[in-house]
């Protein structure tokens, strides 16, 4: 439905920062929602952050206040920002869509649309 591309995985060192990107092939893609997840490998996948459409943004705890999702219009790019890394923050990132139903703003927990993936891995 919406092609999306991870980029900007990488390993870093505990404390460090990482900027991840995901492009999404359509443009101007009106009431929609973008989100983070991550699944380590012996972990279930968890859903880490999303914005909607109209700016709105949620955190998981995990994450709190060292996150940060954001996105550009312009370029139909979602991003998600990591500072403060942490080695259980180790993980494959993928983004993810789904449109949103008109009158609605809350991001649901199921998405349709998902990348591929980009690698996190922090050392302590």
């Known amino acids: 439905q919406v092609q999306l591309v991870e980029s900007g995985g990488g390993s870093v060192q505990a404390g460090g920062s990482l900027r991840l990107s995901c492009v999404a092939s359509r443009k101007n893609y009106s009431r929609y929602c973008m989100a983070w997840f991550r699944q380590a490998p012996g972990k279930e996948r968890e859903a880490i952050a999303s914005?909607?459409?109209?700016?709105?943004?949620t955190y998981a705890d995990p994450v709190k206040g060292r996150f940060t999702i954001s996105q550009d219009n312009a370029k139909n790019t979602l991003y998600l920002q990591m500072d403060s890394l942490k080695p259980e923050d180790t993980a494959m990132y993928y983004c993810?869509?789904?449109?949103?139903?008109?009158?609605?703003?809350?991001?649901?927990?199921?998405?349709?649309?998902w990348g591929q993936g980009t690698q996190v891995t922090v050392s302590a």
């Open positions: 914005i909607n459409s109209y700016g709105g943004t």
């Open positions: 993810a869509a789904v449109g949103l139903r008109v009158g609605t703003i809350t991001c649901p927990r199921n998405y349709n649309s």
